[in-house]
């Protein structure tokens, strides 16, 4: 009689002694090597043994596999991303009923530029995609711009604050006697 197993085998490792990578980390980025499809035995350059490795700059990082008849080598080749910075004020206020031009300054150097702000009130900027929105909240809000080239991207929150206290002045009296004071009733 045969027996079968439904267990299912994995087997991890290698095809070679020696592999090579090539990544990029962008600025003000983490990049996470993970060798665990590759075997469980791990040393990192820098003596770690965990399956992963987290990478901060560009440049060369090497892993050894220990999991094989002789040990295999990993090389990754991290390079830096195409930089991409929003220069955005942090803050700014408006008047209730008022509105303003939100002008990030945007450093791409990039061939491409996608760019996508948020508007957590629902319809308060006049653009989701453009570079520079016009804002008419009626209430405090932030709102994050995340710009994006084909390799990085860089994220911004701006706070727009709203002053929605409004002072209304009613004159108890007037004189329309044609002299040029107070001759209207008007609110101020």
Known sequence: TVLNDATPLYIKGTFSDTLFFDSVVCANAVLQLDASDLGQSFEWQDGTTKAT???KTPGQYQLTLYDGCEPATVFWNIGEGTPIEIMLDETDSIHQGQSLEIVPFIWN????????WSDPLGVTLSCLSCTSPVAAPLETVDYTLVANNEVCSDTAVFKLFVNDTRRIYAPNA???????INDFFFLQ
Request: aromatic content about 16%.
């Open 109 to 116: 150097q990039g061939d491409s530029l996608d760019l996508f």
């Open 174 to 180: 007037f004189s329309p006697n044609s002299d040029g």
């Open 53 to 55: 490795f987290l990478v």
